[in-house]
């Protein structure tokens, strides 16, 4: 097996126009969603992306007829006949667990094995079983495989998040969207992602309200219907090339984007420095000569500093005249990057939760290593900022939140190729 890089030779100044592809995490549960569906259902804005691919791979295992032309994808669930996912599509994707609800919802059972760990750390799925099972699931841990039932069908009930979990509340929304009654999601979590589930299933007939604040209600509903429905934009795509402009002191357009989910990440960017325009779905970054450091980035459930753009921007920091601190506060080992940033020339130190980055004058190009998609993305904007040449591995990370990525930054001056 010959093993693709991305050869990056710098540093590159980035400047045009990149359009930003749909969210991958709005795609991956509508598409669970898509199950309950008593018709079919046109998703547009779907990007090609591995996880993508894997998520249509267990719709089509699960009896569905699933079809892409070009952006669009086609789901047709009237066929379904199983209830399981086998073991390496849920080692392919770690965020399969979204499915868990729809399944028993629509099959009355369900036999997944268990997600376990990922590169981020421990992922444990405690918040979606007890979820879950509050509304009548039948649960048994079984030598890592999950053996789900629902003698009497799911019911609504009151579940209270310890903490706002984005696939726990998907997962429970998804369910509840057909069962018997209401229930009440408190602690829901509230990013964009979960507001575009939300519209997606009302397309449908679902009865949700309260979505995009704490208090989630759904009235559940005997069926839902099909629909057609455009997923959001992809802000942590749009926050990756606003890094990206920024670090290579460049000047970009971004289209395709929704400004208001990208609010939580803007102050960040112009607290280094960075100028930017809004228009409805359009964005322009201008990034000065050198770049501020950022006093403090904590991530945090939305509206906060989102987990996924941590990477991305401390490799904006590298570069910063000063010291930038971050705090990773949702995951427990999201640094792994910083590892391969101090090839680059970086000034990282990590001791637990904290990063404290020193910028340097520049960065050296050097054979690195994706450790994850995120921090893969991170390498990559450095790579385009160090001078002379970065091969990055390990792109199978990077493939999967990422469409065109290569084509996007050539298409804006950078100097980068796949091979
Ligand atoms: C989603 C996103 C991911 C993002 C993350 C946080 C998708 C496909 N992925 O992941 O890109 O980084 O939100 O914004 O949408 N937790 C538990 N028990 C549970 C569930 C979660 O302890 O049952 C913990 C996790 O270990 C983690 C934190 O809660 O520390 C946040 O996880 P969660 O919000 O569930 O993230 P995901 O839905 O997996």
């Known amino acids: 097996m010959t093993v693709e890089k991305l050869f990056i030779e710098g540093p590159n100044k980035l400047a045009g126009e990149i359009a930003v592809h749909g969210a991958k995490n709005s795609v991956l549960p509508i ?17 090609v992306l591995s996880d993508v691919e894997t998520a249509m791979r267990i719709l089509r295992h699960l009896g569905c007829r699933v079809e892409r032309s070009g952006s669009s994808v086609f789901v047709d669930p009237t066929g379904m006949d199983r209830d399981d996912i086998p073991d390496c599509l849920m080692r392919e994707m770690r965020s399969s667990i979204v499915f868990l609800g729809a399944i028993i919802s629509r099959a009355g059972s369900a036999h997944l094995s268990f997600p376990g760990g990922c590169e981020l750390g421990p992922r444990p799925i405690d918040l979606h ?22 003698p009497e069908g799911l019911h609504g009930a009151r579940i209270s998040l310890s903490f706002p979990s984005v696939g726990a509340t998907e997962n429970v929304m998804i369910a509840a969207s057909r069962a018997d009654g209401t229930t009440v999601i408190s ?17 449908c007939g679902a009865e949700i309200s309260g979505d995009g604040e704490s208090t989630i209600v759904i009235e559940g509903v005997p069926a839902l219907g099909g629909c057609e429905h455009r997923v959001i934009p992809d802000r942590i795509a749009a926050s990756t090339f606003l890094a990206a402009a920024a670090a290579t002191n460049g000047r970009l357009l971004l289209t395709g984007v929704n400004p208001l989910h990208l609010s939580p990440v803007l102050p960040v960017f112009e607290e280094a420095g960075c100028r930017l325009r809004c228009w409805e779905n359009r964005m322009e970054i201008k990034a000065p000569p050198r770049l501020r450091p950022i006093k403090g980035i904590r991530t945090m459930p939305y509206p906060g500093f989102p987990t996924d753009s941590q990477a991305p921007v401390m490799a904006m920091a590298c570069l910063a005249e000063g010291t930038s601190v971050f705090v990773e506060n949702i995951f427990e080992s999201r640094y792994k990057h910083a590892g391969e940033l101090l090839r680059l020339g970086a000034n990282i130190k990590v001791e637990g939760r904290v990063a404290v980055v020193e910028g340097v004058k520049r960065l050296s190009g050097a054979p690195v290593e994706a450790p994850d998609l995120r921090g893969g993305a991170a390498l990559v904007i450095a790579g385009l900022a160090a001078e002379g040449l970065t091969e990055v591995s390990g792109l199978r990370h990077i493939d999967r939140g990422y469409e065109h990525f290569t084509e996007s930054l050539a298409g804006a001056g950078a100097s980068i190729c796949r091979r």
Do not use: K, T, W, Y
Not at 36 to 44: D, I, K, Q, S, W
Not at 187 to 203: H, K, S, V
């Open 31 to 47: 598409l669970a969603a898509s199950m309950l569906c008593g018709a079919g259902c046109v998703l547009h804005n779907c990007p």
């Open 129 to 150: 079983l007890a979820a879950l099972r509050r509304m009548g699931a039948v649960i048994r841990e079984n030598h890592g495989c999950l053996d789900c039932s629902a």
């Open 187 to 203: 602690n829901a979590a509230r990013e964009p992602e979960i507001c575009d589930l939300a519209d997606f299933l009302r397309q």
